[in-house]
């Protein structure tokens, strides 16, 4: 199985380089462009700071003055918030849009190496999967990032980058009603269709004081591994078959992704013929096209692959394209 893992990165590397790199070429200029202006809204909240001082300092001094605490600077700092407010937005924006649209070009050719897979972004119709199988609260919103669907090594997938958050109305300090978009989670959903049958639905979630798993229908259960216990909590409606599913060799396995992924959660589901993997993360996964480096250096598209390659390698991790047990 190394050497099809071998091959897959041998032919991404070669197709990179034959077919992708003359496409990126061509994205050269506009780069450029976004490149300057990005710089640009770096600097604008230190030149909107500079001139509300200037215009604070001119219109607001008295007449003679050269001690500058008798002048309001307020104004000055509310124009470079506002200034750095506007240029973080802009920045962002920017940054996805050339992003994409890098992507669409060359990510269909890439995405080939891995076998079946297909990419898309900003819709996902799977996201509500994990509240569903009881993996996450409720949520208000949810914001989709880079998906990929398909099937490799004959083994169904999904991965797709995701952010849930909730609408809370709390009161702050000075006694005053606001209304907040707080995230609940930020991560990397995956989902892999199973060969193995199953009619339980059992979760495994990090550990916490309160052993409540979110769905009325599952009870906490306690597995022989203290080590994995100390780690995470199970949740089931079938003790038996959670004890089956939940083998030493899978929890070993389970702890090694969080490690890998350096993730400080990590929870998955059995549910139906799927086992669903929520990986927590605040890095940006399979970003390329900055407009930092030219489009074509050959680093961003590489790591790109890493990650890809790493959530693909769970199939083999999990044994998930052989009949015999997790």
């Known amino acids: 199985m190394e050497e099809q893992k071998k091959s897959f990165r041998n032919e991404f590397y070669e197709k990179f380089r034959t077919v992708c790199v003359p496409i990126l070429e061509g994205f050269e200029k506009e780069r450029k462009i976004y490149f300057y202006i990005t710089i640009f809204l770096f600097i604008m909240p230190v030149l909107a700071l500079i001139g509300g001082g200037i215009h604070a300092f001119f219109v607001y001094a008295p007449a003679g003055t050269t001690n500058l605490s008798t002048i309001d600077f307020s104004s000055a700092w509310t124009a470079g918030i506002i200034a750095l407010i506007i240029s973080t937005l802009l920045i962002t924006v920017i940054k996805k849009f050339f992003e994409n649209k890098v992507k669409e070009k060359v990510m269909p050719i890439l995405c080939q190496c891995f076998g079946r897979l297909t990419w898309s972004y900003g819709q996902y119709s799977s996201a509500d999967i994990l509240r569903r199988v009881g993996l ?42 606001r209304t907040r978009e707080r995230t609940i989670w930020d991560g990397v959903l995956v989902q892999f269709k199973m060969n193995k049958s199953f009619t339980g639905h059992t979760i495994v979630k990090p550990d916490s004081l309160v052993k409540l798993s979110g769905d009325f229908k599952l009870h906490h259960t306690t597995l022989e591994d203290v080590v994995f216990e100390k780690k995470f909590d199970v949740y089931t409606d079938d003790d038996v078959e959670a004890r089956y599913l939940l083998t030493t060799a899978f929890m070993e396995r389970l702890t090694k992704v969080k490690t890998a992924f350096g993730s400080g959660k990590i929870s998955c589901a059995f549910y ?55």
Do not use: C
């Open 136 to 177: 996450i609260e409720s949520y208000s919103k949810y914001y989709v990032d880079d998906v990929f669907t398909g099937s490799v090594e004959d083994v169904p997938l999904e991965i797709a980058e995701v952010k849930y958050t909730k609408i809370v109305h709390d009161v702050d300090s000075e006694g005053r009603s």
């Open 272 to 326: 139906q013929d799927k086992l669903i993997l929520g990986i927590e993360t605040n890095k940006d996964l399979f970003s390329v096209a900055s407009v930092f480096k030219p489009v074509s250096d050959e680093k961003q598209f590489f790591t790109m692959f890493e990650e890809i390659n790493s959530l693909v390698k769970l199939i083999d991790h999990f044994n998930l394209n052989q009949k015999i047990g997790l």
